[in-house]
């Protein structure tokens, strides 16, 4: 079982849907960001959390420790969404360990 | 502002030689990482350098080395590849500030180096 799961692996929406792609960890952590992976291979960091909650635009990520459990939330999709939303958690051994990322694709 | 840099975009080894990948990070950001993301396998953590020093490695062998150099640029080394090290290699940096995460804050990754080894 990987330390860090992502679930969906996949998915598909429709322009406008509200999306959840959800990370789940096994292991305790010091903080978990999310990532954004276009196709062409670029990089780019959306969160970093340790607890509670953030929003950047359209985006809103949640983290409940106890739980160890994190939500990556988009509302009001756009095509320029799709992507693949990686979940990475920085372990307590200050190991960085990484999701296996969620593909979305958002349909016009 | 000039984000992350890394060079060459992309190389091409036979097994057994020697790669040699760079990055350059944001001006003011002494932390450089270094991930591999290999076919089929995600990305996986390699190295991390802070103010000149190794701070962590993750599961990789000791044929994966570097250094960050005094201006804060980094080398990765790959000696004696293997055709399993095939793979897009990127460097990130952050902020010299430490935050909640005791320094692992918000990295800004370069475009990374596709290394394919025949």
């Known amino acids: 079982k990987n330390e860090v799961e992502q679930s969906p692996q996949n998915l598909t929406a429709q322009e406008g849907e509200f999306i959840t792609i959800n990370c789940s960890y096994s292991?305790?952590?010091?903080?978990l960001h999310w990532l954004q992976q276009h196709p062409g291979g670029g990089i780019v960091s959306l969160f970093m959390?340790?607890?509670g909650k953030k929003k950047h635009g359209r985006l809103i990520a949640t983290i409940n420790i106890q739980e160890k459990h994190s939500s990556l939330h988009i509302t009001a999709s756009h095509p320029r969404d799709s992507a693949v939303y990686i979940c990475?958690?920085?372990?307590?051994?200050?190991?960085?360990?990484f999701g296996k990322g969620t593909r979305l694709h958002i349909l016009p | 502002e000039a984000g992350v840099t890394q060079s060459p975009t992309h190389l091409i080894k036979t097994r057994g030689q020697q790669a040699t990948l760079r990055c350059s990070p944001i001006?003011?950001?002494?932390?450089v990482y270094w991930y591999q993301q290999a076919l089929g396998l995600g990305l996986q953590f390699l190295l991390w350098?802070?103010?000149?020093?190794?701070?962590n490695r993750g599961n990789f062998p000791p044929r994966f080395s570097g250094r960050q150099f005094p201006n804060y640029s980094s080398e990765l080394n790959v000696n004696a590849l293997e055709l399993e090290d095939s793979a897009l290699y990127l460097c990130?940096?952050?902020?010299?500030?430490?935050?909640?995460?005791?320094?692992?804050?918000?990295?800004?990754f370069g475009p990374g180096t596709r290394l394919t080894v025949l």
């Open positions: 990475a958690v920085r372990g307590r051994d200050d190991k960085i360990i």
């Open positions: 001006s003011g950001h002494t932390s």
């Open positions: 990130a940096s952050s902020s010299p500030f430490p935050g909640l995460a005791g320094g692992w804050d918000e990295q800004f």
């Open positions: 350098y802070d103010e000149g020093e190794e701070r």
């Open positions: 959390l340790s607890s």
């Open positions: 292991v305790g952590i010091s903080a």
